[in-house]
């Protein structure tokens, strides 16, 4: 991993410093890695170096979509709720809506 990807992502550096310590957890980004995503990982890891960059960024460019969905949430003020809640509450009354079973059809089983 070069330096000047490490200065600019705090990430790498974590990652770095847990692969050589032979530890597979990003805890200071969050808590410990759960078991499915051990897995996902070791799975990646028997890839070629191209394939799992590709899944790395991907999964890197997932974090922060969270990440900023999360940061848009916290900043979103009760007023802010109140008059999304109000807007929808019209909506119904005006009859604009519809039953979300027609808008996203349930799957049906296959038994």
């Known amino acids: 991993m070069d330096d000047d990807r490490l200065k600019r992502e705090p990430e790498a550096e974590m990652l ?6 032979g530890r597979h957890s990003w805890a200071a980004l969050g808590g410990p890695m ?5 897995r996902a990982v ?3 890891e028997k890839l070629p170096a191209a394939d799992q960059d590709a ?17 848009r949430f916290a900043a979103t003020s009760d007023d802010q ?4 809640v109000s807007g ?7 009859g604009h809506t519809h039953p979300l079973d027609e808008v996203v059809p349930p799957e049906e089983s296959s038994e």
Do not use: K, Y
Not at 34 to 38: D, M, S, V
Not at 81 to 84: N, S
């Open 55 to 71: 899944i790395a960024a991907r999964l890197l460019a997932e974090v922060e979509d969270e990440r900023q969905w999360n940061a």
């Open 88 to 94: 929808v509450r019209r909506e119904i009354a005006a």
């Open 81 to 84: 709720w109140d008059r999304l």
């Open 42 to 44: 070791a799975e990646a």
């Open 34 to 38: 759960t078991t499915l995503l051990q």
């Open 16 to 21: 770095r410093t847990n692969q050589e310590s």
